[in-house]
Every structure is written in structure tokens, then in C-alpha cells.
């Protein structure tokens, strides 16, 4: 079976900087996403990583060790939009399954 | 414009109902997607498509069935089998199940 874990909520302040992550546990791991999700919309993507390393774009900044089941998604100089949910998702097997995880609900302060 | 659309955006339905929703893609993607969202939780996967005519059974397919009789549709079917049906459904397309999804907008379906 799979498994991911996020932390359920955050919180952290404006212009800072929050680190949200996530790991998993799979058997033929193909990549991780992260998507962004505003209460009643849908998830729009933010990252895909396949191999190790971190990836920027933006403000927002993904990492992925594979040997470690572990990625983390970086946001920077937060604004008070970027208050959402984020949805770290894996996908594996022949078919491109994805599984998602449950998603952390970040809520950015003044 | 290129998207995919999901209709209705709400839905209201007796229990013992069977129900169908809407999933239409103009993207050109070969892989199509079913999801439900509950309160507070993530996004589970009940049903994908590779190909036309092909589909594979999700984590939660239990009272769930579809169809991919065409490359742009991908129909869910909500039956009384279904025995927590009030949920939040998204359906997802990606190009060949690799690369990001896109999202339509999700019908929430309330089953009283």
C-alpha cells in the first residue's frame, strides 16, 4: 500500500518564510506534486519533482530525496493569498497512479 | 479555451438515487481521473483512465462506476450502493498520467 504524511495545519506570517512537508511510503515511485487548494476551488499545481534535488520557481520552491521518501515545499516572502491548503501527491506503479495526501491547511497572519 | 468542465456545480439528490456527473475535457489528455474530497481531508482517488476504453479501480471504487467511451468524456456514476455519496467530486485530466493534472471546477453532490 501507499502511504503520506503532512502535518494538518500551519501557521506563519506574513513576508516569512514556511517549510511544508511531506513523506511517503511507496513501492514503484514515480514522482511527487504539490498542488495548491483554496477552500471550494480546485487544486492547481504548483511542482513535480522525480529526482533528488530542489527545484525553485518562484516563491515557491520544492525538494525531493527519493531514498528518504521525503519532500518538502518551500514558500517564500508569504503573502496573505497564499493562505490554502497543500496537497503533496505520489505518483507510482505502471499505471501513474496517484495518491494523494491528506494536505496541510496553512494560514498566513499580519 | 482549452479545460475541462464538470456539471452541475451542485447537485441535490433523494437517497436510493442513482446519479451521474459530468466530466468533459477538450486538453486532448489521454488519462482522466475521479476524485471525492470530504471535509478537512485530502483527495481520494475512485476511478482512472489511461485510454479510451480502458479504466482501473481507485482506492474507495466501491458504489462508484464509469465510463470512457470517448477520449473527452469520463462520466461517474454515483449509485445507491454508495453508501456515504455527499461528498465534493473532482475530475482530473493529465496528458499521458505523468505530468501535472488539471482540475475542473468539482460538483458537490448532497444526497439526502
Known amino acids: 500500500g501507499q502511504n503520506i504524511d503532512q502535518p494538518t495545519e500551519m501557521t506563519a506570517t506574513e513576508g516569512a518564510i514556511v517549510q511544508i512537508n511531506c513523506t511517503y511510503q511507496?513501492?514503484?515511485?514515480?514522482?511527487l506534486f504539490w498542488y495548491q487548494q483554496h477552500a471550494g476551488e480546485a487544486p492547481t499545481f504548483l511542482s513535480y519533482?522525480?529526482?533528488?534535488g530542489l527545484e525553485e520557481k518562484g516563491r515557491f520552491s520544492s525538494f525531493l530525496s527519493r531514498s528518504k521518501g521525503y519532500s518538502y515545499l518551500l514558500l517564500k516572502e508569504l503573502q496573505m493569498k497564499d493562505s490554502a491548503s497543500y496537497l503533496c501527491?505520489?505518483?507510482?506503479?505502471?499505471?501513474?497512479?496517484?495518491?494523494f495526501g491528506t494536505g496541510t491547511k496553512l494560514q498566513v497572519i499580519p | 479555451d482549452g479545460g475541462i468542465t464538470q456539471s452541475p456545480k451542485y447537485l441535490f439528490r433523494k437517497e436510493g438515487q442513482n446519479v451521474t456527473l459530468s466530466c468533459e475535457q477538450n486538453?486532448?489528455?489521454?488519462?482522466m481521473y475521479w476524485y471525492r474530497q470530504d471535509p478537512g481531508q485530502g483527495l481520494r482517488l475512485i476511478y482512472y483512465?489511461?485510454?479510451?476504453?480502458?479504466?482501473q479501480k481507485g482506492d474507495i471504487a466501491e458504489g462508484y462506476s464509469v465510463s470512457r467511451e470517448k477520449k473527452e468524456s469520463f462520466p461517474l456514476t454515483v449509485t445507491s450502493a454508495q453508501k456515504n455519496p455527499t461528498a465534493f467530486y473532482l475530475c482530473?485530466?493529465?496528458?499521458?498520467?505523468?505530468?501535472?493534472?488539471?482540475f475542473g471546477p468539482g460538483t458537490r453532490l448532497t444526497v439526502t
Open positions: 482530473a485530466s493529465s496528458i499521458q498520467g505523468f505530468e501535472e493534472q488539471y
Open positions: 511507496t513501492s514503484g515511485f514515480n514522482g
Open positions: 519533482n522525480v529526482l533528488d
Open positions: 501527491a505520489v505518483t507510482s506503479g505502471g499505471y501513474q497512479k496517484v495518491t
Open positions: 486538453l486532448n489528455h489521454d488519462a
Open positions: 483512465s489511461q485510454i479510451v476504453n480502458d479504466f
